[in-house]
């Protein structure tokens, strides 16, 4: 069945890179997607990625696809404390509903 | 403002004792869902609609009912709550299921069941 996996949690200063992976099983995804949750909110959409694309740049944000290996990574240049958050990948899969794995924490510390 | 809007945003409740969250968007969105969210499984879906009157399960429906008698209104059901239901809900909709189409979320609901 569809799956996506991601590390739990991620720890860098400010100032840093960070990258977070993200594996999943569905070939078939048209789109991938990373969403943002900021503490005692809801998630937001953050960036996504058409499957035909291997990267995309948006302000700090690089998503880099590798569709042969079937993972996602977002990479956030010069990572703030405000950057703290849950990140969450998915995929649209074959059934078109978003598939979101389990989310990575990160920690941004001063 | 666009906004999905959930309530309770926390309930304590007991085992047994029927609840209802209700979730309403101003989107006029067709496509809405509802998620739980526990930690260490990220977002699983609980029941989705893709219009009015028409719903569907997600990966995890059991304990759960929904109803989508308008198009902006979703509430999901908990006819009989159990501990295991103890979880952080939310509610979400979009303009359309695939392709852009961003999924928007409301503030969560966190529900405690005794």
């Known amino acids: 069945g569809e799956d996506v996996e991601q590390s739990l949690f991620l720890s860098v200063r400010e100032g840093d890179s960070s990258v977070i992976n993200c594996t999943y099983t569905?070939?078939?995804?048209?789109?991938l997607y990373w969403y943002k949750q900021e503490p005692g909110a809801g998630l937001q959409l953050l960036t996504y990625i058409f499957s035909n694309m291997d990267m995309k740049q948006d302000q700090r944000l690089t998503v880099l696809l590798n569709k042969k290996d079937k993972h996602l990574s977002l990479r956030i240049a010069d990572t703030q404390t405000g950057d703290s958050a849950i990140y969450f990948c998915?995929?649209?899969?074959?059934?078109?509903?978003?598939?979101f794995g389990q989310g990575t924490t990160l920690q941004v510390k001063p | 403002e666009a906004q999905v809007t959930q309530n309770p945003r926390y309930l304590i409740t007991v085992t047994g004792k029927k609840l209802t969250v209700t979730c309403s968007q101003n989107?006029?969105?067709?496509?809405m869902s509802w998620y739980r969210q526990d930690p260490g499984l990220g977002l699983r879906q609980i029941y989705y609609s893709m219009n009015v009157e028409v719903t569907d399960k997600g990966d995890v429906p059991e304990g759960y009912k929904v109803s989508r008698k308008e198009k902006r209104n979703f509430p999901l059901i908990l006819e009989s709550p159990s501990p295991n239901q103890t979880s952080l809900y939310f509610c979400a909709s979009s303009e359309k299921l695939t392709g852009t189409g961003e999924l928007f979320f409301g503030e969560g609901s966190r529900l405690t069941v005794l």
């Open positions: 569905d070939s078939s995804s048209t789109y």
């Open positions: 989107m006029n969105h067709e496509y």
């Open positions: 998915a995929e649209d899969g074959n059934t078109g509903k978003l598939i």
